[in-house]
């Protein structure tokens, strides 16, 4: 499964950008689509996580101005962040956990995969 993230960007504090994260390849189905990010010499933390079902969390840091929605039909994840601080400037990643696909195309092994960063930066 491959994964290409996008929407990363310069901004200023206050501002909003979008990212969006589109899954390919072969696989039985997708249990969550998740955002994380890291900073140098911090672990990667989650931002937000959505479902199968639609159902999503999110970190305290970002509870109510980020928003994580999916398209199931395109396998793409999207992360919506408004009123965007200096504190979240960080490298994106997006997360997959699926199943791939098994005999019959029944669920296969689970399995999870990373796409490549996308730097946001916010200016003070």
């Known amino acids: 499964v491959q994964l290409q993230a996008y929407g990363g960007g310069l901004v200023q504090a206050g501002g909003s950008l979008r990212l969006s994260c589109a899954a390919s390849g072969s696989f039985h189905s997708i249990s969550y689509m998740a955002w994380y990010r890291q900073t140098p010499g911090k672990e990667r933390e989650l931002v937000a996580r959505i479902s199968r079902v639609g159902d999503t969390e999110y970190s305290a840091s970002v509870r109510d101005r980020f928003t994580i929605w999916k398209d199931s039909a395109k396998n793409t994840a999207y992360l919506g962040m408004n009123n965007l601080k200096p504190e979240d400037t960080a490298a994106y990643y997006c997360?997959?956990?699926?199943?791939?696909?098994?005999?019959?195309?029944?669920?296969?092994?689970?399995?999870?995969?990373w796409g490549q960063g996308t730097q946001v930066t916010v200016s003070s």
């Open positions: 997360r997959v956990d699926g199943a791939e696909v098994g005999k019959g195309w029944s669920p296969g092994r689970a399995f999870n995969s």
